[in-house]
């Protein structure tokens, strides 16, 4: 199984209606973050948490929120998609002296 | 702020030509620096890092030296193969590097390889 799983790997929905992504990880890392790529853009910072009891907004957080409901779980929302949130979606884990280990992407199309 | 800047792609290269992708950056205290890999349909991989000026960083024959005189983070390897056809992300940590610490990435907007045989 891989350290970080991303579900679901493809997602198109339509405008207005409300998205979770979803990230586990099984590398016991304290920290977890939410990216957005888009081309040409690299990758932007969304939402990141330290721990369980901390959340923490990224450079791109209008429009989304995250839950962190265990260690290993971080979930990110559109509570209403709109289509200039079509984008590839990462969720990464990170620990102190430990470098970021990357989940496989999450491909959202709003329509 | 905190800022990556890297060379614009796409780069293409025929196979065993040297590779150069450069990197500098803008950042306050002593940040780390890393580049990371994506190949296609996948993630970011952690290609290698260096830590403070002077480091070299190395991985399946890629290299790069931290230079604080230059605030550069070039990415070089002597020989490419098809198989590095990817994105090449360069990034930096955004805050000191104390005790191993590392604070939230901010990354360069990619550069993408192509090798073709």
């Known amino acids: 199984d891989a350290d970080v799983t991303q579900t679901p790997r493809n997602r198109i929905t339509k405008t207005g209606k409300r998205i979770m992504l979803e990230c586990s990880q099984t590398?016991?890392?304290?920290?977890m973050y939410w990216y957005r790529q888009d081309p040409g853009l690299g990758l932007q910072l969304i939402y990141y948490?330290?721990?369980?009891?901390?959340?923490n907004k990224g450079e791109i957080s209008d429009g989304y929120s995250v839950s962190r409901q265990a260690q290993a779980k971080f979930s990110l929302s559109l509570e209403s998609a709109i289509p200039n949130q079509t984008a590839l979606y990462f969720c990464?884990?990170?620990?102190?002296?430990?470098?970021?280990?990357f989940g496989s992407g999450t491909r959202l199309t709003v329509v | 702020g905190n800022s990556v800047t890297q060379m614009e792609g796409p780069v293409t290269l025929s196979e065993e030509a040297f590779l150069t992708i450069n990197c500098t950056y803008t950042?306050?205290?002593?940040?780390?620096l890393f580049w990371y890999v994506q190949y296609p349909g996948e993630g970011l991989q952690l290609l290698l890092k260096?830590?403070?000026?002077?480091d070299k960083g190395s991985n399946k024959g890629f290299e790069a030296t931290y230079r604080k005189e230059t605030t550069s983070f070039h990415l070089e390897k002597g020989s490419v193969q098809v198989s590095d056809s990817a994105v090449y992300f360069c990034?930096?940590?955004?805050?000191?590097?104390?005790?191993?610490?590392?604070?939230?990435?901010?990354f360069g907007k990619g550069t993408k390889l192509s090798v073709k045989p």
């Open positions: 948490s330290f721990d369980v009891k901390d959340i």
């Open positions: 590398k016991g890392h304290d920290r």
């Open positions: 260096a830590t403070k000026a002077d």
């Open positions: 990034a930096l940590s955004d805050r000191m590097n104390y005790g191993g610490s590392q604070g939230n990435l901010i």
């Open positions: 950042a306050t205290g002593y940040p780390s």
């Open positions: 990464a884990t990170s620990d102190v002296g430990a470098g970021y280990t």
